[in-house]
């Protein structure tokens, strides 16, 4: 159950992370949980380390969408942009 639970909150938080990120980012349900969930992951070490909370505090979900726009922003600057259309031919 602790995969479901997991895949469910990365889900959630990808969603609030593109929510809340500007621009329109072309990722699937897959990309968006996987966002969702490095960012929880990258939130709960940092903020138990850092001693700012500890584990199921409700700080560690706002960290997890800060993180997870954090994210979506890097993913934004190392993604390809889209090919532009052919030119056609001058006559």
Known sequence: MGVVWTIVLGFVIGVMAKFLHPGKENMGFIVTVLVGIAGS???????????????????????SVIVAVILLVIYGKFRTPPA???TPPAT
Not at 41 to 63: C, D, H, K, P, S
């Open 41 to 63: 992951f990258l939130a709960g070490v940092i903020g138990q380390f850092l001693g700012w909370y500890q584990a199921g505090e409700g700080a560690g979900f706002i960290a």
């Open 84 to 86: 532009a259309p052919p």
